[in-house]
C-alpha cells in the first residue's frame, strides 16, 4: 500500500513572535492543496517562551510537538523529527517559512516522479530572491561553498537551503547516520546522498524576505567549517554507506 501522507518537519528555535502564524499559514496551505498530512514541530531548547506558546495554543491531531529541554542544534532537531516522521514524503523547513509555498509542491512532484532528494537551491537561474542579504553574508556563503566542493562534495551547491525532501524511507536511512548536530548537517546529508548514488533533484526557490534565522554569522561560520572536516574524515571511513 502506497504512503501518501506527507511528513513535514519544523525545527524553530527562539521565534515566539511568528511561529504560531506561520504554522497556520503552512497547515492552510496544504490543507487547500489536499494534502493528507502530518506538521513536527521541534523546538530545540528556545528561551523566549516559544514553547509555551505552541504548547497553549492546543494545535489539533495534525499536529506533532516535540521539545529539547537544551539547545541541541538544528541538525538533532531535524533528525528527532524526521525520527518521529510516518510520512510517504518527508520535508523539512525553516520556522520562517523564507520560500513561497508552492516550492513544496515542486519538491513533492519531484520526489512523486522517482528523485530520492529533491532540495531548494537558491543559486538556480529560476530562483528568486525579494530581500537581498548583506555583502558579508555572500562572501561568507561562497566561501563556505568553496570548502564543501574541495572537502566534502562532488558536486558542490547551495547546501544551506532551508527546504529539503525525501522519499520516506531514505530519509530514515541519512538521518540514521547523520551526526552533525549544528548547521553543517545538511553538507552531511548531502554527503550521504552523493556517497550512496542516490537522485537529487535541485528546486528553484523565490525567497520570500522573512529572515528569522539564528545564525551567529561568524561563530557558526567557522564551527560549519569544523563540521566540513568532521565529514570529510568520515566519508573516508566508508561509514555514510548504506
Known amino acids: 500500500m502506497i504512503n501518501s501522507k506527507l511528513s513535514v518537519v519544523i525545527p524553530v528555535y527562539n521565534y515566539r513572535e511568528r511561529i504560531i502564524a506561520n504554522l497556520e499559514t503552512l497547515a492552510m496551505f496544504l490543507r487547500d492543496q489536499g494534502f493528507e498530512f502530518e506538521i513536527i514541530i521541534v523546538d530545540d531548547g528556545s528561551v523566549d517562551g516559544t514553547a509555551k506558546q505552541i504548547e497553549a495554543t492546543g494545535f489539533g491531531s495534525e499536529f506533532i510537538f516535540i521539545k529539547f529541554k537544551k539547545n541541541q542544534g538544528k541538525g538533532a532537531a531535524v533528525k528527532a523529527g ?3 516522521a510516518c510520512g510517504g514524503k518527508i520535508i523539512f523547513v525553516d ?3 523564507p520560500y513561497k509555498l508552492d516550492a513544496i509542491l515542486r519538491v513533492h512532484e519531484s ?3 522517482g528523485s530520492d532528494l529533491a532540495i531548494g537551491d537558491r543559486t538556480l537561474p529560476q530562483s ?3 530581500f537581498k542579504s548583506g555583502f558579508v553574508r555572500k562572501i561568507m556563503s561562497n566561501i563556505f561553498i568553496y570548502f564543501v566542493r574541495r572537502l566534502v562534495l562532488n558536486d558542490a551547491c547551495d547546501t544551506q537551503c532551508g527546504l529539503k525532501g525525501f522519499n520516506g524511507d531514505v530519509a530514515k536511512k541519512i538521518f540514521n547516520l547523520v551526526s552533525i548536530s549544528g548547521f553543517g548537517f545538511d553538507a552531511e546529508v548531502l554527503a550521504i546522498a552523493e556517497e550512496n548514488n542516490l537522485r537529487v533533484e535541485h528546486i528553484p526557490v523565490e525567497f520570500t524576505g522573512r529572515d528569522g534565522t539564528t ?4 561563530r557558526d561560520s ?3 567549517l569544523k563540521d566540513l ?3 570529510r ?3 573516508r571511513t566508508g561509514v555514510y554507506k548504506f
Do not use: E, G, H, Y
Not at 545564525?215 to 561568524?218: E, K, N, P, S, T
Open 95 to 97: 520556522a520562517d517559512l
Open 82 to 84: 524526521i525520527a518521529k
Open 111 to 113: 520526489l512523486s516522479k
Open 128 to 130: 528568486r530572491a525579494r
Open 215 to 218: 545564525v551567529c554569522l561568524w
Open 229 to 231: 572536516l568532521t565529514i
Open 233 to 235: 574524515k568520515l566519508k
Open 222 to 224: 567557522l564551527q560549519m
